[in-house]
């Protein structure tokens, strides 16, 4: 067994920031910080033996799985082939996918598709002459496949397989689920002056009542995410602030490739529309980006038009906004016939209709927003990081996979992959553990109530524009240095508010994301290049003298347990 503490372990936490007072010490083999397809796949697919605690930071079934709407990528049609999945993905990551984490996640496609058709996912199927499913899933193309290799369930696939995953761990009952509840921060022994800097666990708030308990654990994974929220606009729900990144960071670990922030190129633009993304699985099928006279752009930008990757039509459709003075563009799929679109996008058809746009009948306005975060917490191929104990899994994760720029589809399969390695490693390991012995409490002596709410909703407004503003699509020297100096000044200011008031879920969001921009500014002021989602006027072009090389930045603290 390893020992986790030294017998005389230290009472003092003063490296750990202030909390509300303790009320519960919970006890788990395993503590999984969020609860999308990367965190409830891990769950499930752990033996009954262990018990498994899952955090949520709203209802378990929000984030960003519930709303994706295109699919997983996986190699199931006999015309496709692993290497072809393979080499669409390096084309798409611009030099920096590393190969084995590429081919590793590729040739575990169809195990993770049917492991989910085991869960009860309701993924589409071809249908026949009398219109019964087959039993073969009708297979999608987006943009960056050269083959159609994306499953799904109509236009909802992240939804029908969050609500499948929800249902599954729902019926287990060794997986506790703690919903409204938000971690604060990872606990390591070298944090509580013990001799290993093994992860023991997170501190975590509950939201509803303001209480903070210790969750001590053999094993704790991050699974929160990824970070869009730091951008004023953005295709992701609230839940997106970086929490993982940030806490990973704090504690020790390497982070690698922030400078690339996928933005999706179509967004419903309406007023009252909020973080609504139009699929690419719409322009897969056929839909054209078009300018208010009617006139197609993208193949002056691409040979392959609107198929072209997402950071290529992204920056097409913020060119042409810049350059017209546009507030959006349209994605016209009305050519196609209107039971054609009504039977493959019945959430985009239902939704657009409530805010007056038939897409049967007439183009739907969109813009870009921030989308996928594809750097991330440094992992090997089993989702372990630099700190023993501590894993992450999907959006949170920098695994190699994604290079430069993610392609469509594969960051579910991601989730699946690396969540299921992470569950047979833990399996492997869980015997030779000690349980943590009771963590020390925190203590809310010091601080106070704040009165001055403002100072949080100000700063977050701040921070969100200035990064689409100065470290958006398109880039600078310039932009990335004022971004600097601005979030250097609000760090300061947001660390100064957090050790003198009591934490609440707004603090402790905007804590993680001005953190987590400061990592993806330091990021991209370090390349001095143009490749994938950083593009910069001042470097644009690929550096082509040098291999391509992956920007890891490493903590004070870091120190590879």
């Given at each position: 067994?390893?020992?986790?503490f ?7 936490l ?11 010490q919970?006890?788990?083999d ?32 929000e ?25 669409d ?22 195990e ?7 869960q ?38 992240g ?30 022994g070298?944090?509580?002056g ?9 501190y ?17 994974v ?10 004023l ?42 973080n ?5 699985a719409v ?48 994605l ?25 746009v038939?897409i ?36 949170t ?34 015997n ?19 009165d ?33 100096h ?25 804590r ?12 991209a ?37």
């Amino acid at each position: 067994m390893i020992p986790l503490f030294p017998n005389d372990q230290t009472n003092s936490l003063t490296t750990l920031g202030n909390a509300a007072a303790v009320t519960h010490q919970h006890q788990f083999d395993v503590l999984i910080i969020g609860s999308g397809a990367a965190g409830l796949g891990l769950a499930l697919r752990l033996p009954a033996r262990l018990r498994v605690a899952v955090i949520a930071k709203r209802d378990i079934q929000e984030g960003n799985t519930l709303y994706a709407q295109g699919g997983v990528s996986a190699v199931l049609d006999s015309s496709d082939s692993i290497d072809s999945h393979v080499a669409d993905t390096l084309k798409a990551g611009a030099g920096l996918c590393h190969d084995d984490a590429v081919r590793f996640a590729v040739t575990h496609g169809r195990e993770q598709i049917e492991w989910l058709q085991a869960q009860g996912v309701p993924f589409t199927t071809e249908k026949t002459g009398n219109g019964n499913g087959n039993g073969n899933f009708h297979l999608t193309r987006e943009g960056g496949h050269s083959h159609r290799r994306v499953v799904h369930a109509a236009d909802s696939t992240g939804r029908a397989i969050e609500t499948s995953l929800v249902d599954a761990v729902k019926a287990r009952t060794n997986i506790s689920w703690f919903e409204r509840h938000i971690a604060v921060d990872l606990v390591t022994g070298r944090k509580i002056g013990a001799s290993s800097n093994r992860c023991l666990g997170a501190y975590i708030l509950d939201r509803e009542h303001g209480k903070v308990s210790v969750f001590s654990a053999k094993f704790t994974v991050l699974a929160t995410g990824g970070a869009s929220k730091v951008y004023l606009y953005t295709s992701n729900p609230d839940v997106s602030t970086g929490d993982g990144i940030a806490m990973a960071w704090r504690a020790g670990c390497r982070v690698a490739n922030m400078e690339f922030i996928q933005f999706h190129p179509t967004c419903l633009y309406h007023p009252k529309a909020k973080n609504f993304l139009v699929t690419e699985a719409v322009r897969g099928e056929g839909g054209l980006l078009k300018l208010p006279d009617g006139s197609r752009f993208m193949p002056r930008f691409d040979a392959r038009g609107e198929l072209a990757s997402r950071d290529i039509v992204a920056r097409a459709i913020d060119h042409e906004m810049k350059r017209l003075g546009l507030q959006y563009v349209l994605l016209d799929i009305s050519h196609k016939p209107a039971e054609f679109i009504r039977e493959h996008f019945p959430t985009i058809h239902a939704r657009c209709l409530e805010y007056g746009v038939d897409i049967t009948r007439e183009p739907i306005p969109v813009v870009p927003a921030a989308h996928y975060t594809c750097g991330g917490v440094i992992t090997d191929l089993q989702a372990r990081t630099d700190i023993a104990g501590l894993y992450a899994i999907g959006e949170t994760a920098h695994t190699g996979l994604h290079g430069a720029n993610r392609m469509a589809s594969n960051s579910l399969l991601e989730c699946l992959v690396f969540g299921a390695a992470a569950a047979v490693d833990i399996e492997a390991n869980c015997n030779n553990v000690a349980y943590p012995d009771k963590l020390p409490e925190w203590d809310e002596s010091q601080v106070t109530d704040s009165d001055e709410e403002v100072v949080v909703s100000h700063n977050w407004d701040e921070l969100r524009r200035f990064m689409w503003d100065y470290v958006g699509i398109v880039r600078t020297d310039k932009r990335l240095e004022r971004a600097k100096h601005r979030v250097d000044l609000l760090a300061r200011e947001i660390n100064d508010y957090y050790w003198n008031f009591r934490v609440t879920n707004d603090l402790l969001e905007l804590r993680n994301l001005v953190l987590v921009a400061d990592l993806i500014i330091r990021s991209a002021m370090v390349r001095k290049e143009s490749r994938g989602l950083h593009y910069t006027l001042n470097h644009p072009q690929a550096d082509e003298t040098h291999s391509p090389q992956d920007t890891i930045l490493t903590p004070q603290n870091y120190q590879n347990s």
